[in-house]
C-alpha cells in the first residue's frame, strides 16, 4: 500500500502592495467630521493625525508602499453624491483607490 506524503508548506512569497491613505488637513478634517455618516474614530485632528502617522509607519514596517492620498472634502463629497453613495468608511476607502489609481506615476513603484 502506497503511502501519501504530505505537501509541505511553503513560505507564501512576498507581495509588493501600495496602499492610498487618505490625508485631510485640519480643515479638511474639520469639514469631513460635518459630513461624515459614520464614526470617524477619532475626536480631533491631533488624535486623528496621530493615529495616521502610526498607521503609516506600522503599514511601511510590513514592506507595503503607503501613499498619502490628499482628500477634498467637498470634491469627495460631490462624489459621493453623484453616484449615491454615503459617507461612510467603506465609501471613503473605495474613493482614496480612485484617487490612488488616477496617479499615473505610480507605476513606476510596483514590480512589474
Known sequence: MMRRQKAR???M???EAIVGLPFYTREEFRKQVQ?????LGCEN???WIRAHHEL???LEALG???VEVPINVEE???YFLQYGLRNDAANRSQYVARKLFERRDL???VRQ
Open 9 to 11: 508548506k511553503r513560505p
Open 13 to 15: 512569497p512576498l507581495v
Open 35 to 39: 459630513y461624515a455618516e459614520d464614526n
Open 45 to 47: 485632528y491631533e488624535q
Open 56 to 58: 503609516k509607519r506600522k
Open 64 to 66: 507595503i508602499v503607503v
Open 76 to 78: 469627495m463629497q460631490q
Open 107 to 109: 507605476v513606476s513603484l
